[in-house]
């Protein structure tokens, strides 16, 4: 099939394949005499994997490395769930993170008046000190 139908039926843009070609996350495509790339159902089942996995947090060269460990003689599902915890308690991590980051902002917010030039805003004042809530 041709790059385009191939993008449409994963839900891709034809330049997403072209980048995923040259990050090696797909195999470089046939070209027809022509020059036309010429794609499977496995590369749009592999595009679908990707945007599945990249909706899931995981990174693109995380990704490479789950393509990586179906094609490795020996991996187990074992190693694919360790991934997978992995990049589950990266994500609780970020959340903390964000916690964190949106409760010294409602801090700050609650702190501001709204009234005033901007010069003399409580919000941006708080932002230059040493400790910030």
């Not at 997403?16 to 070609?21: D, L, V």
């Amino acid at each position: 099939m041709t790059v385009g139908t191939a993008a449409r039926r994963a839900g891709v843009k034809i330049d997403t394949i072209r980048y995923y070609e040259r990050r090696a996350l797909l195999p470089k495509s046939p070209r027809t005499e022509a020059g036309y790339r010429t794609l499977t159902d496995e590369t749009v089942q592999r595009l679908r994997f990707i945007k599945h996995a990249q909706a899931l947090g995981f990174t693109l060269s995380e990704i490479k490395q789950l393509l990586a460990l179906r094609l490795t003689p020996g991996k187990t599902c074992a190693d694919v769930r360790g991934r997978a915890e992995t990049k589950a308690a990266d994500i609780e991590q970020k959340i903390r993170s964000l916690q964190i980051m949106k409760r010294a902002l409602h801090q700050l917010v609650s702190a501001c008046k709204s009234d005033g030039p901007a010069s003399k805003c409580s919000f941006l004042e708080n932002l230059n000190k040493e400790d910030m809530p």
